[in-house]
């Protein structure tokens, strides 16, 4: 950052006349009071910054202006570009500025070029409300050919426009004798030295600044004016009003409010671009004739050499694409168009919602006279670990045919979503993607278990066989539809994925397959026969819902377990993809199978057991492989079917039914609602290896306590982290304190 002096003067040259502020010292080269002249040197100016005020790194001192002892006005500008000051065609001020209100109108001597006469480096001081006088100085300098606010200001208070740099970077004759022909970076520098050698070279430091990199050049962009061609942007308030009302819907909703504001502040388009590979502008030129059309005029007509921007063909596509012509009665009567325009989705991401979200809808509505589409989903954007966008340039992206080859593609679908909140940014892992690899396996596995089975494909389900566990499996597989399509219907994908995962993993593996291996190894082959009945109604089902997010997988398992056998073939005979949607069960449909709350009440009962089960064998260190023998007192009649889904759930060698059951002192209890579990040690544990154990782990546990404990008695601690942390502790106490019960209780147990 540069801090540079420059004189006030009156449109003549003569020295600004008047100021609000009284005389400061006099300026001299060797900084006493007396000699004539500007400052020669930073260290000798008494106009030199002496604090650090102004907001923001490299600010200057807002004093506002100083006079010398002569009369004359000085002002401080910052700039980073000292190379400009030769494009410079006025200095601004804000008008509400009190510091330098009264001197809008006047001017000020531009101190470069140098080798200028005083009269011709003469530029007003305007007044416009685009300085941010809490700023730096409050003094800008504006340099219209090669920066965008500043062009606009010049726009605003009709400037000239002195370009100083040519399009390969270097000064050209305008910038003056010192700097013509010099790179633009030892411009500056030359430009800093002799503005030092003026004596108006008040300050150079260090400076952050936010400036545009070429990202194939890994060079800073330079703006310069040049001459394009753009486009007034059609339809725009109807564009606007079919999101804010509604026509349109966002998903997520929130880019509504981006798109608004967009539309509200929008300029023209600038559709030119100087490149060798595009559309070109279809714009002729034969001396001063100018014509626009596609094809060329005639001899001596030659065609801009621009190309369009590529949005610019982008725009059009929802319709160009169909056969449009641009032609009414042409475009009635192409089947294509009016079959698919305007279409439902489009499906994009956030960051080309004003690139080609708005452009496609403004030339919709102009061209068709019609929205495009009628929702707009934004997905996120995959990043790498490291939260950047993934890129070429960058060479942080993984080759997703790689991907695909090690995981499979639906592994890297499934993976990915499953990671993926509505609209929200991704950070790539690949453990997801493994992640999603071991999901498809699951479900390969899981129809590979019910083709063992064997017996009838989708066979016809008996009310009057199907078990507790049959009935709460359809009452969840309803519930799973309808959360399903409801997610899908509101574009939360993630949420669709995350509620198959949890009826498939959790409740249809985990529980429902297990508990169906007591009728497997029964001998009762009605019972077999429709048990295999509701596992092909449940898959059937199941794989329709994941063939949207497992489209390879679905279709494979779809013909191999056979549900496409006998099916119409536009109703799944063919592909699973013309397979109906799944339903909710209906409510004669819940009657006929007996599905009531008494279902879903009976098997959280039973889950309750076997998950207390379960915690018993953990609690005493029992491994997988061995089972234990269980004894249930229960509260009222178990069917004995039930008893032994029970005994498989727990993986137990047995279960016991034993209403009479006395205990020994110290045997391990669950209190259920199905009534007291019990689980006898004898044979399953080394009695005083387990007591010894249990009793380092109390010592473990109360150590942990202290220290929680220990934080949340320090008032510093306790009054000054934040109300979550603390509640978080609070929780820790109380999670130590269960356990140190349950060990204790452990510990009795063993006797």
Known sequence: ????????????????????????????????????????????????????????????????????????????????????????????????????????????????????????????????????????????????????????????????VVEVINADGTMNDLAGADLRGLDRFKARKLASEKLAEQGVLVEEKPYENNVGFSQRADVPIEPRLSEQWFLKYPSVEVSKACVAEGTMKFHPDRWAKVYDHWLTNIQDWCISRQLWWGHRVPVWYRGEEVKCQIESPGPGWVQDPDVLDTWFSSWLWPFATMGWTGDKASDANAATLRAFYPTTDLVTGPDIIFFWVARMIMAGYEYMGDLPFKNVYFTGIIRDKQGRKMSKTLGNSPDPLVLISQYGADALRFGTMRSAPLGQDVLF????????????????????FRQMQGGEVQGEINAALLSSDDRWILLRLDQAIREVSDALASYNFATAVQTLYRFFWSEYCDWYVEAS??????????????????????????????????????????????????????????????????????????????????????????????????????????????????????????????????????????????????????????????????????????????????????????????????KLGNPSFAQKVPPAVLEEHRQRLADWQTKLTQTKGAIEALG
Not at 3 to 30: I, M, Q, W, Y
Not at 430 to 445: I, Y
Not at 674 to 695: I, K
């Open 517 to 710: 291996k007591a009728a497997f190894f029964s001998e009762d082959a009605a019972l077999k026969a429709n048990k295999v009945a509701v596992i092909d109604f449940v898959l059937s089902h199941l794989l329709r819902m994941f063939h949207p997010l497992l489209p390879f997988i679905t279709e494979e398992l779809w013909h191999g377990m056979g549900y496409s056998t006998d099916m119409p073939e536009d109703q799944g005979g063919k592909t699973i993809m013309f397979a109906r949607w799944p339903k909710p069960l209906s409510d004669h449909e819940k009657e006929a199978w007996g599905l009531d709350d008494t279902v879903e009440t009976f098997a959280n009962a039973k889950f309750e057991l076997v998950t207390q089960g379960r915690n018993l064998k953990t609690q005493f260190n029992i491994g997988a492989g061995k089972k234990g023998k269980f004894t249930l007192k229960p509260a009222g009649q178990l069917d004995p079917r039930e008893a032994e889904v029970l005994r498989l759930l727990l993986s137990a060698e047995s279960l016991d039914l034993d209403p009479n059951y006395a205990p020994k002192r110290g045997t391990p209890t669950a209190l259920t609602k199905l009534g007291e579990l019990y689980l006898p040690l004898d044979g399953l544990v080394d009695t005083e290896a387990e007591r010894t154990r249990l009793t380092k782990e109390v010592v473990k546990i109360e150590a942990e306590i202290a220290k929680v404990e220990q």
């Open 429 to 448: 892992d690949e453990k997801d993607v493994e992640l999603g690899r071991n999901f498809c396996n699951k479900l390969w596995n899981a129809c590979r």
């Open 1 to 160: 950052m540069y801090h540079f002096r420059v004189e006030a003067v009156e449109a003549d040259g003569s020295p600004a006349k008047g100021g609000p502020r009284p005389l400061a010292p006099a300026l001299s080269p060797d900084g006493g009071e007396g000699e004539k002249g500007a400052p020669t040197s930073p260290a000798a100016n008494p106009l030199a910054p002496t604090g650090g005020e102004g907001k923001g790194e490299g600010a200057a001192p807002k004093a506002g202006p100083v006079t010398d002892s002569e009369g004359r006005v000085w002002l401080t500008i910052a700039t980073t570009r000292p190379e400009t000051i030769p494009g410079d065609t006025a200095v601004a001020v804000n008008p509400k500025d009190p510091r330098y209100a009264h001197l809008i109108g006047k001017h000020i001597v531009r101190p470069l070029p140098s080798e200028l006469p005083r009269e011709q480096k003469l530029i007003p001081i305007i007044g416009d409300e685009h300085v941010d006088f809490e700023f730096g100085t409050g003094v800008l300098k504006v340099t219209p050919a090669h920066d965008k606010a500043d062009f606009d200001i010049g726009q605003r208070h009709k400037l000239p």
